[in-house]
């Protein structure tokens, strides 16, 4: 869980003060940081080997009779939402998406009694393989933990994953309960396992928690013969694992704690606990989410730190040997980066630029994460806001799609999980034209000419953004020109001094004052000192925007600016 900062809403009223200067501001959307960049470090971290490679124990189960399973065999147990049932905060110009689970996984968490589950990491089939499918399918996966609160820890009990097939007009998945193999049986896993993340590369799973790196192989998933019991293992000649239909055990684990020795050291993680390693902290590294970067011919794991206030670490790790093998060390790759948002929970990245999740800036309205986004060695923005305790993010490279998922609990306004996608791209400046647009309501509003209309007098009005080229626009000498018309911002009249003033599209005239606008301290005025404004206060789709006085301490209302996303 996260704590969101909340901020106080500031509403326009009367003022008579006219603009006293223009500033030109940077936009809006800097993250909850400590006002540094994503910044390069030099990582040199290892993973060590725990307690061996487990395959010759996975064998002597499946000889003992557990019956192997598919992935494709896992996927149809239960149905969900194709649709992106819950409201998410999302930004309408990044072509969102997504589905959700089925009514129980929607509301589970660990307030239930005696406890419930929670959704943590997320990685899918394009992670998998070159072309982003296995077994000729889209699949999906995310990693859950079973906990009940209490004392303020989650106190974990069990772990699982779950397989998804979404194809855009159905969802489909299974639960995979995650086993430790021993000699001939199976058992819950030795350690704590909270699962913060999952990624999937060729039939590997890796799963982070805390200072273990867990490994398992998809060829290797299990058929439980005994749904109904809540034990785990092999009893009477009968397979179970706390009432799964599916399991997968692990095969082999490595901890982050230096100067462990490998396979053979009675305490590999502190305290005998890998939730016990320190987030920032000298020598160990926590693995608090996980995600594949296949922007090269070399892929690479990407693991990142949470860190509940600035300086988690991103790291990554060459898959060259993981992706197959066992190596008894890996070393990871010599430059890492620090993110400067705040309690950081997932990241991603296409190659270029970094996303991550995290809280929003103090200044964003209350009960929503942020995505945030950053290139190396610059300071990040938020790219969009996001469904509440957004979790981990997953790239794909085949769609150019940034995928996550959120942990929100069940509430009084009901249950608020999804898994969700965008184009992290599509709302990029183009050509110099970006969305004038407010963000203090969540996903953002833009200026829109009312009805797409493109003629003059056209009024401008507020409208969800949704990416249509309408609510594109670009400044020119000064003057605010729409995309899809090639007219200008307008006040009716050329009222440019009067309070209420209608704003509409009219041909752009290199000798109207009228049409002048700047930016000022976070909003849009002109020379008289009138904001962008909309009528009532109002940001509700298809209220007009008008001319208003804008004060020194520009009101959430009046936050009016061009730029990409």
């Known amino acids: 869980m996260r704590h969101m900062f909340g901020r106080a809403r500031r509403l326009l009223g009367p003022s008579c003060g006219a603009l006293l200067a223009v500033v030109l501001l940077t936009p809006v959307q800097d993250a909850q940081a400590a006002g540094a960049s994503l910044a390069s470090f030099d990582a040199n971290f290892t993973l060590t080997r725990v307690d061996g490679d487990k395959s010759g124990l996975i064998s002597s189960v499946e000889s003992a009779g557990v019956q192997n399973a598919s992935v494709t065999d896992v996927i149809g147990q239960h149905t969900g939402d194709p649709s992106l049932c819950h409201g998410t905060g999302l930004n309408g110009a990044l072509k969102y998406d997504g589905f959700c689970w089925d009514s129980t996984d929607d509301r589970t968490g660990y307030t239930d009694d005696p406890a419930g ?38 106190n974990e009990q069990y772990a699982r994953i779950s397989i998804a097939q979404s194809t855009g007009d159905s ?61 785990t293992g092999l009893s009477g000649g009968r ?54 970067d296949r922007s090269s011919g070399s892929p690479v794991l990407v693991s990142v730190e949470n860190v509940k206030a600035a300086g988690g670490r991103i790291v990554r790790w060459p898959l060259s040997q993981l992706g197959s093998g066992l190596p008894t060390k890996i070393g990871s790759e010599q430059t890492g980066y620090t993110t400067p ?36 060695g610059s300071a990040p923005h938020v790219l969009t806001q996001s469904p509440w305790l957004t ?16 942990e929100a609990l069940v509430d009084s306004a ?31 509003v833009c200026a829109t000419p009312q009805g797409d209309g493109t003629a003059d007098g056209t009024p401008v009005t507020v409208w969800h953004c949704t990416g249509a080229a309408s609510q594109r626009w670009a400044y020119r000498g000064n003057r605010i020109v729409n995309e899809a018309s090639g007219k200008c911002l307008t006040p009716q009249g050329d009222a ?20 002048l606008f700047f930016p000022v301290n ?38 009016w600016s061009v730029h990409g996303f």
Not at 414 to 440: C, K, M
Not at 499 to 511: E, I, K, V, Y
Not at 529 to 550: R, V
């Open 117 to 154: 589950w929670m959704p943590q990491g997320f990685s899918g089939s394009h992670d998998a393989t070159d072309d982003g499918l296995y077994g000729g399918r889209h699949l999906y996966v995310a990693s859950w933990y079973l906990g009940k609160y209490a004392d303020n820890r989650p």
């Open 171 to 231: 969802v489909t998945y299974g639960h995979v309960a995650l086993v430790e193999p021993v000699d001939g049986d199976f058992r819950n896993l030795t350690y704590t396992s909270h699962e913060d993340g999952v990624a999937w590369y060729g039939n590997r799973l890796f799963v982070a928690n805390g200072a273990e790196l867990q490994v398992y192989d998809l060829t290797h998933l299990w058929k439980m013969s005994d749904t109904g019991g809540s034990g």
């Open 239 to 292: 397979s179970s694992a706390r009432y799964h239909q599916w399991a997968l055990p692990l095969l082999a684990r490595y901890t982050t704690q230096p100067d462990v020795t490998r396979d053979h050291d009675g305490h590999p993680f502190r305290n005998d606990d890998p939730r016990a390693c320190q987030p920032g902290g000298t020598g160990e590294l926590c693995l608090s989410s996980l995600s594949i």
């Open 341 to 376: 948002v705040w309690n950081v929970q997932g990241t991603a990245t296409d190659g270029h630029t970094y996303y991550m999740s995290g809280d929003c800036p103090t200044t964003w309205p209350f009960g929503y994460s942020c995505v945030h986004e950053a290139v190396p």
């Open 391 to 406: 979790e981990s993010l997953s790239y794909d490279h085949n769609a150019g799609r940034l995928w996550g998922l959120n």
């Open 414 to 444: 009901g249950p608020h999980r999804v898994v969700f996608s965008i184009d992290p791209h599509a709302g990029q400046e183009a050509d110099g034209y970006g969305w004038l647009s407010n963000f203090t309501k969540p996903g953002f």
């Open 496 to 515: 440019e001094n009067t309070d209420g003033a209608l704003l509409t599209l009219w041909t752009c005239n290199s000798a109207a004052s009228s049409q």
């Open 522 to 559: 976070g909003g849009t005025a002109n020379e008289m000192g009138k904001g962008i404004t909309p009528k009532g206060n109002s940001l509700a789709d298809g209220t007009w925007l008008t001319l208003w006085t804008q004060p020194a301490a520009v009101p959430d209302v009046q936050l």
